[in-house]
């Protein structure tokens, strides 16, 4: 008999690789088909909550992101009335869409509300409870609103705590940072370190609106260091 012949009939009698595999998947589904019925239940459950669990995140975002839009344009109109109609959708972001990307926004700008309406100890509450997030520069700006309020409350050896660790960490170069800092130093009778804190801001701001202020803090505070 021919080896042509023989390789045909083996082939015939041991099928290849791919047909084993079909029936005993086959076969294994015939076995389990209980179990793979649910489990192709759960997955698509699964598929289905992830699908909606998204889709209501991204309204609630969306719906958030609004209310936001609408206090922003209302403070950046400056009117008489700014505070009261930027008040109501903030609110509503703090009330109804906890959790959303509009949150930390909507409670920085609440406390400043609470900080220009005098009230500065609500303020402070709101800028330290609010819910910490990934953008270092809101954070940072969280912590200068504490240290303002600490400075108007002559609590000047708590604001250079906090102003002198964002001047350490770097991440944070502005203006207010260095005036409150400054004025801190000379409520406190520390004057070597206010003159050193307005030559810094001299230096590294040079465009600053502050600049000629703090030129003159600087000549006084020589002036009288060597009368």
């Known amino acids: 008999m021919s080896?042509?012949?023989?390789?045909?009939?083996?082939?015939?009698?041991?099928?290849?690789?791919?047909?084993?595999?079909?029936?005993?998947?086959v076969d294994y589904v015939k076995k389990h088909r209980k179990l793979i019925s649910i489990a192709a239940v759960v997955l698509v459950t699964l598929g289905v909550t992830a699908i909606g669990s998204f889709w209501y995140i991204s309204d609630r975002d969306k719906s958030a992101r609004q209310f936001l839009n609408q206090a922003i344009l209302s403070i950046d109109q400056q009117s008489d009335t700014?505070?009261?109609?930027?008040?109501?959708?903030?609110?509503?972001i703090l009330a109804s869409y906890s959790g959303t990307v509009a949150e930390p926004v909507a409670s920085y700008l609440s406390a400043n509300q609470k900080y220009r309406a005098g009230e500065l100890a609500e303020a402070a509450r709101i800028y330290q409870t609010s819910k910490k997030v990934k953008d270092g520069h809101l954070n940072d700006l969280e912590r200068l609103g504490v240290a303002s309020i600490n400075f108007q409350q002559k609590k000047y050896s708590e604001a250079i705590t906090i102003l002198e660790k964002l001047q350490t960490e770097q991440s944070f170069i502005n203006e207010d940072l260095y005036v409150l800092l400054g004025l801190s130093y000379e409520?406190?009778?520390?004057?070597?370190?206010?003159?050193?804190?307005?030559?810094?801001?001299?230096?590294?701001?040079?465009?600053?609106?502050?600049?000629?202020?703090?030129?003159?803090?600087?000549?006084?505070?020589?002036?009288?260091?060597?009368?």
């Not at 700014?82 to 509503?92: E, F, I, S, V, Y």
């Open 187 to 227: 409520k406190s009778k520390q004057p070597e370190k206010a003159v050193a804190t307005y030559e810094n801001m001299i230096q590294l701001l040079q465009n600053s609106f502050f600049k000629p202020w703090a030129e003159e803090r600087l000549l006084a505070l020589k002036n009288s260091a060597t009368s």
């Open 82 to 92: 700014a505070t009261d109609n930027a008040g109501a959708p903030l609110k509503t």
């Open 3 to 25: 080896k042509g012949k023989i390789s045909v009939r083996r082939e015939l009698r041991e099928p290849d690789a791919f047909v084993k595999t079909t029936y005993s998947v």
